[in-house]
């Protein structure tokens, strides 16, 4: 018999390029119960690892009822089908007597909640009042929904300690861009800046186009490089190369690219969203300006300079103990085992 049954999204089996922080979180939590010797059984919830939607609806919710029968402990790790799987395990763990949790990834849980109506809003309830542990990415959603569910706990967007050598560099005025290349991660308004800047500073994008308006002509004739998409494997390495990542996006929960950066030492410049609110220290970590602000996007590239640049760096890479797989996985490990 397995501890604990996992049920999230693994690996696209055609496409190993094709990988959201969802499944990279997943992963992460599969390797941290291989390195602890934590016994556990897995239903993959990825759809593009099935013949077709329905098909995988199907087979994940029959493999979920059959391997629950051999675990005494049912946890749903999800971004948005928790909603059709969350009753589900629910139902099987009060009929079967497992204990049940769901890790609900991004930050808009509660704005999803609030907004719901009808059946929707009803489910909902029911999910986040019937679940014996209910985890968040971010400690704002956490105190909110306590008030809904008493064992809500606070799991973060984690990641393992880097195992390249990165010692905190001399700051060289060269800041980097890694996510998706969309409007809605603030790319317009790192072009904007670009041209406010003299030639001695570097500012280098990286990630998958996914607007027209974005190609390597456009950057370049912005004065940017755009150097393609990194592989999962790839992005501690290059983020590396750089001082500064930067990401004024305009929507964002606990973005992954940052705590690779505080892994290295990378400080960042970011919008002052709630999530990045909570990871990002004021003038210690990073610096946070408001979304679609050029000027404040300037002021802060400009802020750094040799003599603060150390000691912003030493900082981040402080921080990124409170994101450390191993702690986080234990403490979930420890909590859902120990009924």
Do not use: C
């Amino acid at each position: 018999m397995s501890n604990i049954l996992l049920i999230g999204p693994r690996k696209n089996k055609r496409d190993s390029t094709l990988t959201g922080g969802a499944v990279v979180l997943f992963e992460n939590l599969l390797e941290q119960m291989d390195e602890q010797n934590i016994k556990y059984d897995v239903v993959d919830t990825n759809k593009k690892n099935y013949q077709n939607t329905l098909i995988a609806y199907v087979l994940i919710t029959a493999q979920i009822f059959i391997k629950q029968f051999k675990t005494k402990h049912i946890s749903l790790h999800s971004s948005r089908d928790y909603i059709f799987f969350g009753p589900i395990i629910i139902l099987f763990g009060k009929l079967f007597h497992k204990s049940t949790s769901l890790r609900k990834f991004g930050g808009e849980a509660w704005d999803v909640y609030i907004s719901a109506t009808g059946l929707k809003k009803k489910l909902l309830d029911y999910i986040f009042s019937n679940v014996d542990y209910l985890f968040l990415e971010m400690q704002d959603l956490v105190n909110k929904f306590k008030s809904i569910n008493e064992n809500t706990f606070w799991f973060p967007n984690v990641r393992n300690k880097p195992t390249i050598d990165a010692k905190i560099k001399i700051f060289s005025k060269r800041f980097v861009f890694i996510s998706h290349v969309i409007k809605e991660k603030g790319i317009d308004e790192i072009v904007k800046v670009r041209k406010l800047l003299d030639d001695s500073y570097i500012i280098d994008i990286y990630g998958p186009i996914h607007d027209s308006k974005y190609s390597i002509e456009y950057f370049k004739e912005n004065n940017i490089s755009y150097k393609g998409v990194l592989k999962a494997e790839e992005v501690l390495k290059t983020l590396n190369e750089y001082d500064v990542l930067l990401l004024p996006s305009y929507k964002e929960g606990y973005p992954g690219i940052v705590i690779e950066s505080y892994s290295i030492g990378i400080p960042v410049i970011a919008t002052a969203l709630p999530g990045l609110k909570e990871i990002v220290d004021e003038y210690e970590t990073g610096i946070l300006i408001e979304p679609k602000n050029v000027q404040e996007l300037k002021k802060a590239i400009e802020y750094f300079n040799e003599e603060n640049y150390q000691q912003m760096a030493k900082s981040a890479k402080e921080k990124f103990s409170l994101f450390d797989s191993q702690k986080q996985s234990s403490q979930f490990i420890n909590k859902v085992l120990d009924d």
